[in-house]
């Protein structure tokens, strides 16, 4: 794996973290699953609204398939080595305090990929790995799931243990490798935007 340069000084498991699409199959304890969302349930929120949920399926569950199946076929062809897939929903409304009822979140999607980063830190921390995706039927997956009017499918993420590259198809085997970033000078601005 090609070392991750930072411009700046920071802790070194944000340069781990990476999507792997290789994983070895090896299954994880629920335990341990839920020390991933342990972490994400300590993300920041407006108002304290936490409008994520995870749908969990672990592999050789009866789950497994049916969530396997609202993937797009290309991400079915290496997520099914995965020992998780957990599809993150987010409701679109929250109560804010004081009030009495629901008005609509603007943050919800924001919010929801907060707690995303976090499950994805402390994946890499515990020995996990993440691939988060959009690759996916989100028609079926609100379906599927069970959802309700007022929430929204995000993404999808698979978690496993990292595998080695060869077991991928030739084509995906090449972009097995962290991908780079933009300059930070590119993607923070003192002052007003400056369109590229």
């Known amino acids: 794996m090609p070392d991750r340069v930072a411009d700046y000084p920071i802790d070194s498991v944000f340069l781990e ?48 398939q049916p969530f396997l ?25 929250m109560l804010p305090p004081g009030k009495d009822r629901e008005v609509p979140s603007h943050s919800h999607s924001f919010d929801s990929g907060a707690a995303w980063g976090a499950l994805g830190v402390q994946a890499v921390k515990s020995g996990w790995a993440t691939h988060g995706m959009v690759g996916l039927d989100f028609d079926k997956a609100f379906a599927d799931l ?23 198809p030739e084509a995906l085997q090449a972009r097995e490798t962290p991908s780079p970033r933009l300059p930070v000078k590119v993607i923070a601005m003192e002052g007003k935007f400056r369109p590229e």
């Open 17 to 64: 973290r990476w999507s792997p699409r290789a994983f070895t199959g090896e299954a994880i304890p629920e335990a341990e699953l839920f020390s991933l969302f342990e972490a994400a349930r300590w993300a920041p929120s407006a108002y304290n609204s936490q409008p994520w949920r995870f749908l969990y399926a672990r592999r050789d569950t009866p789950q497994w």
């Open 146 to 168: 069970g959802l309700v009017e007022g929430w929204r499918v995000e993404a999808a993420i698979a978690i496993g243990r990292r595998g080695d590259r060869s077991i991928l």
């Open 69 to 93: 199946d609202i993937l797009i076929e290309f991400n079915r062809s290496w997520v099914k080595n995965a020992a998780a897939l957990v599809f993150v929903i987010s409701k679109s409304t």
